[in-house]
């Protein structure tokens, strides 16, 4: 069985640029998780989706980010403009409900400069 | 305010020794729980999890132990390997919403 696919791997950018990122889940997942994860820290909820509705998205910082699910398959999050502090791995998972165990991809390397 | 808490942001243990991570957290309203462990320029890969009605979850090589009344859990690794060398993610969750992650704990397993 195929695992989470992410791209690009690793992304550098000038603060101010925007940027996208791609999610493809697990196939039969309903529930896909974009997480960010700072240095040193455990992984942050962004925004989850359950098929294309977004179920919470409350730590999204919606002034710069935005993310959609459209076909309730493959998603994308995008960044505008970046800023310093978002340099960070954004990471993307998916389970095949709510509540249930979530795998990750391997993630998305973002350098802001 | 950190909910759950992994107090060592790094171990050391001997192969073929216990390896045992620990993970503290504040909200009773969690009612699962689970390791992840990850290597450097990967995602984290599920371990194995615990639910609040247990106190022991066995898988291999890997135990965790739930101490509900203390808030606190335990991923016991017996016996260690150096392939275990990475960085484990304490995790918990309450019914189908967000699971909140730990700072992690990097494990070295010296041969």
């Known amino acids: 069985e195929a695992g989470v696919a992410q791209s690009p791997r690793y992304k550098i950018i000038e603060k101010r640029q925007s940027v996208a990122f791609w999610c493809n889940p697990i196939?039969?997942?309903?529930?896909l998780y974009w997480y960010q994860q700072i240095l040193g820290q455990g992984p942050k909820l962004l925004i989850q989706?359950?098929?294309?509705?977004?179920?919470?998205d409350s730590q999204l910082p919606k002034d710069r980010f935005s993310a959609e699910r459209l076909k309730g398959v493959d998603s994308t999050l995008k960044i505008q403009p970046a800023k310093l502090e978002d340099s960070a791995v954004y990471l993307c998972?998916?389970?095949?409900?709510?509540?249930?165990?979530?795998?990750f991809g391997p993630g998305t390397r973002l350098l802001v400069l | 305010d950190q909910q759950v808490k992994q107090n060592s942001p790094s171990l050391s243990v001997q192969e073929g020794r216990i390896s045992i991570l620990n993970c503290d957290y504040t909200n009773s309203m969690f009612d699962y729980f689970l390791w992840y462990k990850k290597y450097p320029a990967e995602g984290p890969t599920f371990l194995i999890s615990i639910s609040s009605i247990k106190d022991k979850n066995e898988d291999g090589r890997f135990t965790v132990f739930l101490n509900k009344s203390a808030k606190h859990l335990s991923l016991h690794i017996v016996p260690s390997q150096p392939g275990d060398s990475a960085v484990y993610f304490c995790a918990a969750g309450a019914g189908s919403y967000q699971l909140t992650f730990g700072k992690g704990t990097k494990l070295s397993v010296i041969p």
């Open positions: 998972a998916s389970s095949v409900g709510m509540g249930e165990t979530q795998y």
């Open positions: 196939s039969g997942h309903a529930t």
């Open positions: 989706f359950q098929n294309n509705g977004v179920v919470d």
